[in-house]
């Protein structure tokens, strides 16, 4: 594998995640439990898409085959996205969504925080960027952690049922592959083992103040985003996503 | 030939389109103006927020804005610096307060914004300093909901990145 492939599967790694948890957020849009929220998340999803788009453009330009951001958002199968699984998980109630977002806002921040310091260029302006975006998105979901978790018995039993379905798709955020490996070599991304050791502490702390547990999934964690193996939800998102690109590909605003 | 601060009080014209009394240069989103012959010029903008939906339309107007005054243009957008509110003008800083959205109250470099517990944030209608977050995202990526514990009126804050 050379550089610039391990740089395009990082490349389409972040823009899908991007592009997928804006996509699942999208679907809140008139349906909150109050105008804020609803509000919130859709803003939240609107910084998700624009960090897709600067990243999935890098991509096309990285791939070198003339694919632009379009072409690689609604031009791949299941199979050739490479966002994580928990992305994809469906919005379920309020408290799904939220936990949902945490973990992952945890793990962006940590992210973007050592992209920072990336030897690309590229990598290095997108993180600046968009670390002022993730930090109002991490404050909003970790809030709302602690406020439903600590808050009645009905909102904390609801939050820990989400981090008990949820938390078996955190393992893969970190998972290490051909590419991971010679770019943090390069010193493009940061160790993804150290990263995981912040996003244990920071993720651990909030759990704690919102007297959640964190779930015993006896050492299990579901994988496969890297190979393109995803769970069924996937399929349904490109479907809705997809179907105008694809049935008139030459349609125009 | 046409001097840079003659090519910044023309485009004073175009306004963002969210919030019709800042120009793109109050606002502080121009970052460059480059000639490439003396007819050519190529303007560099940078987005507020990744996904913010106006930049299409500021670009078209900073096209057309340039071509009625018989300028070749081509714009491009760059992410780099990043945007921070910093770089909003003091005469958009007054036209914000006037039209009802409260400034970035710090700069920011003072971490205090993040938290919610910004003490500076006062009241554009009645100044008070009586004022409490409601929500971190409001009607805009760029803006937070306020509301004053004098006048209780809801006001938008123009928060810090």
Known sequence: MTKDEALFEFLLRTGDNGLVLAQRLGEWCGHAHQLESDIALTNVALDNIGQARMALTEAGKVEGKGRSEDDLAFHRTEMEFRNNLLLEQENGDFAQTITRQFLFDVFQFELLSGLKSSSNEFLQSFAIKSLKEVTYHRSLSSDWMVRLGDGTELSHDKMQNALNLLWQYTGELFEKTEADDILIADGVIPDLEKLKESWDDIVGQVIKEATLEIPDTKGFMATGSRRGEHTEFLGYILAEMQYLPRTMPEAKW | ?161
């Not at chain 2, 307060?97 to 919610?116: M, N």
Request: net charge negative.
């Open chain 2, 1 to 161: 030939m046409t001097e840079e601060a003659d090519i910044y009080e023309l485009l004073e014209a175009v306004k963002d389109p969210e919030i019709p009394v800042l120009s793109v240069v109050d606002l502080g989103i121009v970052r460059k103006v480059d000639w490439i012959s003396p007819k050519k010029l190529k303007i560099t903008i940078t987005p507020t927020y990744s996904g913010c939906p106006a930049m299409d339309t500021i670009e078209r107007e900073i096209s057309e804005i340039l071509q009625s005054k018989g300028f070749e243009v081509e714009v491009v957008t760059s992410i780099s610096e990043a945007w921070t509110t910093d770089w909003i003008s003091e005469k958009g800083r007054k036209n914000l307060e006037e039209y009802g959205i409260a400034p970035p109250a710090e700069a920011t470099t003072d971490k205090s914004f993040i938290t919610g517990n910004s003490k500076n944030v006062h009241c554009p209608r009645c100044k008070s300093e009586e004022t409490s977050l409601i929500s971190q995202f409001g009607s805009t990526a760029c803006k937070a909901l306020y509301k004053c514990d004098s006048c209780h009126e809801t006001f938008d804050y123009f928060k810090c990145i």
